[in-house]
């Protein structure tokens, strides 16, 4: 029997095996050690990795997070948590200037291997200051990374290989996926004995020959539930690629994917402008413009900020439904 | 050195709490410096006098203790709500802690200005928002004070100078300072109460904006409503500080600073005033200091409320530090309130929280029409600016 495990504890198994790998690793964040941390991520791992390994941080973003970022150029490897990723609105010099730029301006003499992780979606009725997705913004400067697992196996990898990486790596979950169970192989089923996906690479998570639904995060969720309704309904063969890593991107597999079927959409719950379908379509455009049978589309949440109300914050993010709707009419 | 406000009020402020925390939990939860506790000197009665509380009729004096229980029946009854599943998303409640919004609010004109966090349905009631509107919005409804835009953490009511309803911990701090500076500027005598977390004192924003308001002279007044704990952590692991407590901080600032016992709407009121007229005469600004106590969690999904706080330590604040009991037992003694007059109260506070549920339910969800009203005046007013260009990308 395969072994499922939630989200969440794929993340959080990702971390005891780090802190486990070394001793530099340390979590930091607002209730992530006595609370057991907001959402749970980190349950269990104070009581056992104890006070200097966890650290229970004031609500004080900015300083927190460039205080790991400056732990970080001696080595420190800090994971630190945002209990949303809105709150990184507060520690945006820190995280955009700071990081993503120190390496490049000491001409390579400095390194900030930090890892910033929370949860990163709106669709859970906590209006708008708390509903925001900045993947994007963060994915367009160089220098830092971005990833979005979608399901608890590139959880868990990618967690692993986030903390190993020597440089920032801005890692989007959401609390919408955490309670979801993946299948997960225990490290004595794995042939190097530990779970590592690489930073930048995509995976094909539906093979289909007809359309390419390409998302990144929840929205692969969304992508695979409208792939069943367009087999079993409308007898398109649809292919789901999952991003995993915004930046750096697989264009690879994504170019491979739009020879094969000729369309594209791209669904994502980031906002539209300058989103990240706006430069994946724009690749696809300069690089398979001659494979297209169609324009290639984009399916976002809605362009507003997110909407209090559960009945029409619903409506704001990307459908089953609506990626069906649109796929047929490029179909 | 900064101003420090009523030299006798560390001293009553401190016994206050000595004797209320028994030895287990002092470490974890300390709202003053551990000083010996001094004797409780009359100081309710003190603040009582006070001319702002001398002044108060026995109908206004009813009438604070009728604000602070509708507000505690409004929370009770949305609690209720959340608990059928009727309300999603995040609900802080404001039960136990009545007496700072109501307290300090009733002292405000025409000028005056408020501004607050996501605990911010007291202050949106203290302001004379109605219960159906703060009903309807928590709910998600079309009929709620930001037609269900905004939700628990994000009421408005600029027509009342109520600016907010703020999510994003300390975010309103540096507006608090600027509704201040824009009373200034267009020579009005006013200020604008912002009102904050003890947790909230540790955000960057927070200092800056001390800076200016005392750099610039701006009326503003901060109010920590210093309820011991930011979510699970107490103010012992969160935050440095002196001695004297967490509002001493504006000594950095040069700036005044004072600590009031919100058990007492009277020693609020009496302390905030003071605060007040420097705004308004001065147009100096001020930090204070106000010890209180959240009955429940921190919102209604903090499964842990009664892990990083003793049972004890509730029900010891429960009991002891509840400024609507406090107040009843004092207009009891004081012989213009019975025990039937206050059960009627309730009484009416409650219906009057069950007739803003039953607007609520009964009331639509809003259109999907209206998800791209409100983000642009130009689009909303049709103006040319509003049809010049393209402002939605969506589909
Ligand atoms: C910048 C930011 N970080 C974190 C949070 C999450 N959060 C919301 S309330 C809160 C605790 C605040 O405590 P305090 O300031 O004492 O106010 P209280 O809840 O006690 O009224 C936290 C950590 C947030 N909303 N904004
Ligand atoms: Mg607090």
């Not at chain 1, 455009?285 to 949440?301: K, Y």
């Given at each position: 029997m395969p072994r499922q495990i939630t989200y969440r504890e794929a993340l959080r198994e990702g971390l005891d095996e780090e802190l486990a790998h070394d001793d530099n690793v340390v979590i930091i964040g607002e209730e992530v050690a006595e609370y057991n941390g907001a959402y749970k991520v980190t349950e269990g791992l104070w009581e056992k990795w104890g006070d200097k390994r966890l650290v229970d941080a004031p609500i004080s973003e900015a300083g927190f997070i460039?205080?790991?970022?400056?732990?970080?150029?001696?080595?420190?490897?800090?994971?630190?948590?945002?209990?949303?990723?809105?709150?990184?609105?507060?520690?945006?010099?820190?995280?955009?200037?700071?990081?993503?730029?120190?390496?490049?301006?000491?001409?390579?003499?400095?390194?900030?291997?930090?890892?910033?992780?929370?949860?990163?979606?709106?669709g859970t009725n906590v209006g708008a200051t708390h509903s925001h997705t900045p993947e994007n913004i963060f994915a367009n400067m160089p220098g830092l990374k971005v990833v979005s697992p979608s399901d608890a196996y590139d959880a868990k990898g990618l967690i692993k290989s986030a903390i190993r990486d020597n440089d920032p790596v801005y890692f989007m979950e959401s609390t919408v996926l955490y309670g979801q169970t993946a299948e997960v192989p225990s490290n004595d089923e794995l042939e190097d004995g530990e779970l590592l996906v690489p930073i930048g690479?995509?995976?094909?998570?539906?093979?289909?020959?007809?359309?390419?639904?390409?998302?990144?995060?929840?929205?692969?969720?969304?992508?695979?539930?409208?792939?069943?309704?367009?087999?079993?309904?409308?007898?398109i063969n649809a292919e789901v690629v999952d991003l995993r890593s915004i930046r750096p991107l697989d264009e690879q597999t994504i170019m491979e994917s739009v020879r094969k079927t000729h369309r594209a959409i791209y669904i994502e719950e980031n906002k539209p402008f300058c989103g990240?379908?706006?430069?994946?379509?724009?690749?696809?455009?300069?690089?398979?413009?001659?494979?297209?049978?169609?324009?290639?589309?984009?399916?976002?949440?809605?362009?507003?900020?997110?909407f209090y109300s559960p009945p029409i914050e619903k409506l704001q993010l990307p459908q089953a439904d609506e990626i069906v709707e649109r796929a047929l009419s490029i179909c | 050195m900064g101003i420090k406000l009523s030299e006798n009020c560390d001293s009553k402020f401190q016994s206050a709490y000595i004797t209320l925390l028994s030895a287990p939990f002092q470490h974890r939860f300390i709202f003053s410096h551990r000083m010996a506790a001094k004797t409780k000197t009359s100081a309710q009665t003190d603040h009582k006098e006070a001319a702002i509380n001398a002044s108060l009729s026995k109908e206004d004096k009813l009438d604070l203790l009728r604000e602070m229980v509708r507000i505690r029946k409004f929370e009770q009854t949305s609690l209720k709500h959340y608990l059928n599943g009727s309300i999603g998303g995040f609900l802080h409640l404001y039960i136990g802690q009545e007496s700072v919004a109501v307290g300090s609010i009733s002292l405000l004109g025409d000028d005056d200005h408020v501004i607050t966090a996501y605990r911010d349905h007291g202050h949106a009631l203290a302001v004379g928002m109605g219960m159906d509107e703060c009903m309807a919005e928590v709910f998600g409804k079309a009929t709620g004070c930001s037609k269900g835009k905004g939700g628990s953490m994000h009421y408005f009511a600029p027509d009342k100078n109520y600016w907010g309803g703020h999510g994003i911990v300390g975010g309103q701090t540096p507006l608090g300072a600027g509704l201040a500076y824009a009373v200034k500027y267009q020579g009005k005598k006013g200020c604008c109460l912002c009102y904050l977390g003890d947790g909230a004192i540790n955000q960057g924003a927070f200092h800056e904006a001390l800076n200016l308001a005392a750099l610039w002279?701006?009326?503003?007044?901060?109010?920590?409503?210093?309820?011991?704990?930011?979510?699970g952590t107490s103010q012992a692991r969160s935050s440095a500080f002196p001695e004297e407590g967490l509002a001493a901080r504006a000594e950095g600032y040069n700036m005044a600073w004072d600590k009031i016992d919100g058990v007492s709407i009277y020693e609020i009121r009496a302390g905030v005033q003071k605060a007040v007229e420097?705004?308004?005469?001065?147009?100096?600004?001020?930090?204070?200091?106000?010890?209180?106590?959240?009955?429940?969690?921190?919102?209604?999904?903090?499964?842990?409320?009664?892990?990083?706080?003793?049972?004890?330590?509730?029900?010891t604040y429960m009991d002891k530090h509840d400024p609507i009991q406090f107040m009843k037992d004092d207009l009891i003694a004081e012989g213009i309130l019975t025990e039937e007059d206050f059960k009627a109260m309730n009484q009416e506070a409650q219906k009057e929280a069950n007739d803003a549920a039953d607007f609520a339910i009964k009331s639509p969800f809003p259109e999907?029409?209206?998800?791209?009203?409100?983000?642009?005046?130009?689009?909303?007013n049709n103006t040319e600016a509003g049809r010049t260009g393209r402002h939605f990308f969506h589909g």
């Open positions: 460039g205080m790991g970022i400056g732990a970080s150029m001696l080595g420190i490897r800090p994971v630190m948590e945002l209990m949303f990723y809105s709150f990184a609105y507060v520690a945006f010099d820190q995280m955009m200037n700071n990081a993503a730029t120190c390496r490049y301006m000491s001409g390579g003499l400095v390194n900030c291997p930090i890892v910033v992780r929370g949860p990163a979606n709106g690479r995509a995976k094909v998570k539906r093979e289909g020959t007809d359309i390419s639904l390409i998302a990144h995060g929840r929205a692969v969720i969304t992508s695979l539930e409208a792939a069943e309704i367009l087999a079993e309904k409308h007898n990240v379908g706006a430069q994946i379509s724009s690749m696809i455009m300069e690089q398979a413009f001659d494979d297209l049978d169609a324009p290639v589309l984009r399916i976002t949440s809605a362009d507003a900020p997110a | 002279d701006l009326p503003v007044i901060y109010i920590i409503e210093n309820n011991g704990y930011s979510m420097r705004a308004h005469n001065e147009s100096k600004p001020t930090l204070l200091e106000i010890a209180t106590y959240r009955h429940k969690g921190h919102s209604v999904a903090d499964a842990n409320a009664e892990k990083y706080r003793t049972k004890e330590e509730i029900k999907e029409s209206e998800i791209f009203d409100d983000i642009y005046w130009e689009v909303d």
